[in-house]
């Protein structure tokens, strides 16, 4: 077996997972891609997450990363690009990404009008699948802590984010400097999101924007190779989860039966032995009797661990 190398367990429409896409781009990665369902079961990534309900998840050999905090870590490591990872988000446009992943990326959704959002799942799903979407994601939101503006303060929020981002970007080509890297993919992918919902174009009245918007794609997405379920089932089973990093001190559930959970939505669990605890990073290990034993990687920011 080589080298194992990235696979990304996504949905084409899904604005996460073309925010890692695009940092694959930026990075300058090969990848392989392995399509999943828009929603639960999805036979391709559960066995190997235990659970975790949320897209993109990524994995390399028989580590899978969970949320695209990791994600980006991991593809920051392997890149030789600078800028790839949240941590090297600028202060000064550190609120706008904070804002582009809570209430504006609901909004890009919520703030489009009923009719029209039901035209595009129409098309995304067909009827019965669209019926199906509504209903996982009704249900999915009942079980979270979040509350999306809805409506009229939704477009608020939505446009008056716009109008922040074009301020930011009449001094700078990207949020980023004079090249794009994880502020702007951050930023750009709830608006990808609401412009393929929503259709229409940026409005005129924020041309920065709408030349930002039209460069982001420029990076493309890297070297992209489509695969199957059982390649990275194949991976997972030749490969050992790689060496852990040194966990830090006082970390009183290491080495203990725990779940570990999203904090606002997508709740669902993954249970396993906390082997790793670091600034970071929650990893947990899994023994499946059909890959051996697998290590499943977390951001302590917006995930909470308990003890079994
Ligand atoms: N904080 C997570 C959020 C991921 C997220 O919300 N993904 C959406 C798709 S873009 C999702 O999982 N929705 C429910 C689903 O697909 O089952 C991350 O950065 O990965």
Known sequence: MTEPRFILHHYESSPYAEKIRLLFGRGQQSWGSVLSPAMPPRPNVD?????????????????????????????????????????????????????????VFFSAITSVKPLKLM????????????????????????????????????????????ADLDKALTSRAFLSGDEPAY????????IWLKARVGGGAISKQYPHVRRWFDRIPEVGHGAREELQAVHAFA?????????????????ELLNCQVTVAPEDYGREPVQGLLVAQTSERFIVARETGEFGVLHVHFPRQGYVVVKV
């Open 235 to 251: 991976e997972a089973r030749a490969n050992e989860p790689r060496p852990l990093p040194a966990s830090e001190e006082g970390a």
């Open 47 to 103: 066995p190997l997450t235990g659970g975790y309900r949320r897209i993109p998840i990524a994995q390399v050999g028989a580590d899978i990363f969970c949320d695209t905090a990791i994600i980006a870590q991991e593809i920051a490591l392997q890149s030789p690009i600078s800028g790839l990872s949240a941590d090297s988000v600028p202060n000064e446009v550190a609120e706008l990404v904070q804002r582009a992943e809570g209430d």
């Open 119 to 162: 035209g595009t799942m129409l098309t995304l799903f067909g009827p019965f699948g669209m019926m199906r979407f509504i209903k996982d994601r009704r249900q999915m939101m009942k079980g979270g802590s979040v509350r999306p503006p809805q409506g009229e303060r939704a477009v608020a929020i939505f446009d008056g984010f716009l």
């Open 183 to 190: 502020a702007d993919f951050a930023v750009y992918h709830p």
